[in-house]
């Protein structure tokens, strides 16, 4: 009774931990993939609703493997402005010629995520041939994932967290405190899912408009900071068993309205993109019927190096 009792505070202590520090912050993560599943077609609408509440759980598993697995934390970033003042005319889009261009090793130290999207696709477009339904599922949902990652400004920066500009702790108020607050009034209908015919244009693209964003985040937050007198700027909120330190409600409310709306663009740019990858992989996969699908004996099972060769644990321990 008492070894239970220890292994129950230890996952509730744990469930917190990760709820206060997850990128995109579970909540904004589950939102993007369940909204996703709305852009459809008919042909595959019914078989992803048929799994909505798998898909919504489960888009926050690759966050949990970045505890688990060393390789796993490259994948959700990418420090563009390591590469310079004009990055994304000096980065090939091609993981064969960046590689060439600047090491392996370098692009596992900044980040690999748009390159991880097209892996996961991959994954997708043969789980869809397989007719797998727990490969499906999975790499759906981790799609989903990275792609949302993709589309947060701070994902982009060598920045991440405003640790280089005294601004410590943006990245959580940008991803999850602004979403939880303020997510009940966006607009989560994006439209009807759309082919696309290039996996990597669609992650690189994420990747610069987060980029181009990212000097109001920053901008803005430090204004702010400015106007308000410090004991205005936080509050103490209880998560869980814990009580944590907070950007207050008001300075929340006055950063999200000079943000003019764009925490809830790039969640609906997220959302559009993951049915715009789900539907076209379906396609590149031959627009199987979905029917009769066999489930596969170990649909889990953590996949490595299909694309590239993970070799380096990220150095800096980026929490991004």
Known sequence: MRQSFKIIVFLLFLSSFLYASIPWGFYAHKKANRYAVFTLPEELIGFYKKHIDHLTEHAVDADKRRYAIKEEAPRHFIDIDHYGKNPFEVMPRKWTDAVAKFSEDTLL??????????????????????????????NSADLGHYLSDAHVPLHTTVNYNGQLTNQKGIHAFWESRLP??????????????EYQYSVLDVAWDAVESSFN?????????????QEFEQDKQYSYEKRGSKTIKVKSAEFSAAY????????ERRLRLSIKAIGNLWYSAWVDAGQPILEGMQASENPFVEEINIDYKITTDDARGHQH
Do not use: C
């Open 109 to 138: 130290a900044y980040g690999i995520v748009p390159w991880h999207i097209q892996t996961v696709y991959n994954r997708l477009v043969i789980a869809f041939e397989e007719r797998d339904i727990d490969y499906i599922l999975k």
């Open 180 to 193: 939880e607050l303020f997510s009940n009034d966006y607009d989560y209908l994006v439209g009807t899912a």
């Open 213 to 225: 964003a990212l000097d109001s985040v920053l901008l803005f937050d430090k204004e702010l900071s």
């Open 256 to 263: 999200h309205t000079k943000l003019n709306g764009m925490v």
